[in-house]
């Protein structure tokens, strides 16, 4: 499990954007809710989900109505009925939008992230300097904190392969990230 932290919610959102785009074109399994922003026709921006089962973008409002099937779910219970989906049907990487103090609290979705831990499904998010000591005790420290680097997330997620697979750092083993040599990912791109 990793945690990227970061002030700017934006270019971390981007990131993560990038990071599960880019996996998703070698072949990877990636699963799991993205946080964004979207335009509105008013000209407002509003926060916006991306599910990357369907590759659609959802505001809170849409994204509740639409993992809506026994009425009454809020966006809590839609984002805890997906990760449960994630622990049940598996992925190569879970990626959980951010670590929030309702989680830190013991509230929000985190029973379904200890479930999304101990599945042993690897998992990354993004934590706020404020949330970091809770992440911390939330975690038992078992964690990799990586910057906000697409070069880091990568490394991490080879070691992370390798490990699963038992092979050793380094060697002639195939690379499971293919080329690193990224362009920038747009939301648009969702496969």
Not at 40 to 62: E, H, K, M, W
Not at 84 to 105: H, N, T, W, Y
Not at 158 to 164: A, I, M, S, T
Request: hydrophobic share 40%; with cysteine; proline share 6%.
């Amino acid at each position: 499990m990793a945690a990227i932290t970061a002030d700017s919610a934006p270019a971390v959102e981007d990131l993560l954007a990038s990071f599960a785009l880019s996996l998703r074109e070698r072949g990877w399994w990636v699963r799991g809710i993205l946080a964004t922003t979207a335009w509105q026709p008013s000209g407002n921006v509003c926060p916006a989900f991306i599910d990357l089962d369907s590759c659609r973008s959802y505001t809170p409002d849409q994204y509740q109505a639409a993992s809506n099937t026994s009425g009454g779910r809020d966006e809590q219970s839609a984002l805890a009925g997906h990760m449960k989906d994630i622990v049940r049907d598996g992925a190569d990487l879970a990626i959980f939008p951010r670590f929030s103090s309702s989680e830190a609290a013991g509230k929000g979705v985190a029973a379904e992230l200890f479930l999304l831990m101990a599945s042993g499904i690897p998992l990354l998010t993004t934590v706020r300097p404020q949330q970091y000591d809770a992440w911390r005790s939330f975690t038992g420290n078992r964690f990799v904190l990586l910057p906000p680097a697409l070069d880091s997330m990568f490394s991490w997620i080879e070691g992370v392969w390798r490990e699963q697979h038992g092979l050793a750092t380094g060697g002639a083993y195939p690379n499971p990230c293919g080329n690193w040599g990224l362009q920038q990912s747009t939301i648009g791109n969702c496969r």
